[in-house]
């Protein structure tokens, strides 16, 4: 007997060797897909209806700060500098770990509602993280992060406590959480810092989560200190590979793309943080071009305002196809597959797909709705019309978190309230 069968569903396979099914059946057993057809003959403890809805892979956002929902609409309309040391790294130097628990919670209960299943975090207080993703069910690779800032003992502090996370949280519940070393940029950690926290990671087989040529101000100080970019300086230390997640990568030159489809690593593209701050375009229809592994990301509530990914691939799409004057841009199936598979890839999980064998980390979405109707073309629909907020089912680990709207894993209106009021006590410290 199998634990979960959704059936009469349009199955969004996102597998490029199978297609979709229009009316169909996924079986899930032991966290893991083991059935995928028009019909099955299996029996289940849990039988999901999913007429009229639409069951894909979970959505996986490969760049945020979960904790940073204590900080939604915080500080608005500001440029990344004045925003960030003028505002939001004051007041989380009055963060405590009890903040950052609260705070990803709630991210977590955002995301379940809006169905992404797994993401990428960096951010201080992580075991607070690592226990809100614990407590959710979902599947996160986590990272501490290190703001050296050319100061050598704050530097070794952070260092030590990020490979104290590594090694504390790696394959933590029942192997959702994975962990990785968080260098925060190249403008805020030295290069020798750099190439050290490279040969942590090495010697303990841990990826890398980066912010990288987010600004033209980082692309200039850099050029100013070494005399070249930040992705030719990390070239240079032997510090790019597969096992790198690079934030944003917006300044990036045609030499920079090169290096990164040459050295496999995974660039997370938030576009809607980019839009907000204003850091410029994301080059992302030629690093696509080049092979490089290009995935979605929100960044943190301070500068989207949400978790929401389906905001985020409307926007990519819609961004990129007024940026190029061609309408044919990143079109709804492979901004689909960025907000999926490449996810997936990028965090070296098994997900990402409707596949026999894979993990069981599936959404179900409601078409049923006046904005879905009528519905000619369901990826299209899923890209441009649909919104978090239509995910009715989400199941991650072959666990259901969420059950035809209803939370299961969370108290729902506990949570926000303590959040708030975590998040009014933190700014009356702030401006005390
Ligand atoms: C080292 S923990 C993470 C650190 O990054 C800050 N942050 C959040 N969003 C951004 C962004 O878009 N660019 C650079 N830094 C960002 C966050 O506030 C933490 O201080
Ligand atoms: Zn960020």
Redesign the pocket.
Known sequence: MADIIVKNAYVLTMDPDAGDLKNGTVVIEDGKITEIGEKTSESADTVIDAKHSVVMPGLVNTHT?AA?TLFRGYADDLQ?ADW?EGH??PA?AKLTADDVYKGSLLACLEMIRSGTTSFAD???YMDETAKAVEASGLRASLCH???ELWNEEKGATDLKEGKRFVRAWQGAADGRIKTMY?P??PNTCSEEYLAKVREEANRDGAGIHI?LL?TEAELLAMKERYGKCSVHLLEDIGFLGPDVLAA?CVWLSDGDIEILGKRGVNVSH?VI?NMK?ASGIAPVHKMLEKGVNVSLGT??C??NNNLDLFEEMKTAALLHKVNTFSPTALPARQVLQMGTVNGAKALGTETGMLKVGMKADLIVVDMKKPHLTPCFNVPSHLVYSAKGSDVRTTIVNGKVLMDDYKVLVLDEQKVMEETQKAAEELVARVNA
Do not use: P, V
């Open positions: 700060h940073m990344l960030l939001i790294w989380e960096m951010y201080f992060g290190l703001i968080g925060h940029a912010h987010e944003h938030n943080s701050l960044d943190g301070a500068s």
